[in-house]
């Protein structure tokens, strides 16, 4: 882990506890960061998800890497009984002061606590690429859900227009560590940030991750313009 006066960040190995410790790090302030980062397309995005879940009353569906449990809360818009689950206890801690209705559990995206088949639907946004094991994370979603549940999966992208791709990217590198000073409890923790989005698989890649896994029916489609892309799959 990079350490600095002002905080730290996990290194792009993405092991479990440094992770944790950065996400501890900027959890005072995480959800207005986002927010800011993204120009308000956050909101939309948790909406997206949630209606590419499909989710209906009674449904149980599990939110991983649910952080604040800010997309948890979304979740549960739809009637469905909706849990979180998250690694960091900062990010849990935080949370629980805002949204105190809202089931935060904490829990490894490798080793959930739940039994087989538990859910119907299972959801990750913004976090699959903070796991060390992409692969082993997807199988392990895959335990929990019961056969012909769904797994959505919302994550920051690669935009398919190489002009835009080529402006978000001189976003990243030059403005984004420039806002995170402003607004950020832990300005150093959105350097990895940036590199993590950097190096996440595409959106062909990572639909051919999720079928390796064991999902069936995979598809995808990309929000605002590719920055971000929900892909969607079926438990055989």
């Known amino acids: 882990m990079s350490r600095t006066p002002q905080g730290q960040r996990a290194s ?90 809202v089931p935060l559990l904490a829990g490894d995206a490798l080793r959930l606590p739940f039994p087989d088949a538990t859910f119907d639907a299972v959801t990750i946004s913004f976090a699959l690429r903070n796991v060390v094991d992409t692969q082993a994370a997807l199988r392990e979603f895959a335990r929990v859900t019961r056969p012909g549940g769904r797994l959505v999966i919302c994550e920051l992208s690669h935009p398919t227009n190489p002009l835009f791709r080529t402006a978000y990217l001189s976003y990243l590198m030059r403005w984004l560590p420039t806002a995170a000073r402003v607004v950020s409890s832990n300005p150093d923790a959105y350097v990895y940030l940036i590199e993590s989005i950097r190096a996440w698989p595409d959106q062909a890649a990572l639909a051919a991750l999720i079928q390796e896994a064991g999902w069936g029916r995979v598809a995808w489609r990309n929000l605002t313009g590719g920055l971000a892309a929900l892909h969607r799959a079926v438990r055989d």
């Not at 989710?55 to 997309?71: C, I, K, Q, Y």
């Open 12 to 101: 792009l190995d993405k092991q479990p506890h440094e992770v944790a410790a950065m996400f501890d790090g900027v959890a005072a302030r995480y959800d207005l960061t986002n927010t800011v980062m993204t120009a308000g397309r956050d909101r939309a995005w948790r909406r997206a998800t949630r209606e590419a879940l499909g989710l209906r009353p009674g449904e149980r569906v599990l939110d991983v890497g649910a952080g604040t449990g800010v997309s948890t809360e979304e979740l549960s818009h739809s009637g469905a009984y909706a849990v979180g689950a998250d690694l960091s206890l900062g990010m849990l801690q935080a949370g629980r002061r805002v949204r105190p209705q």
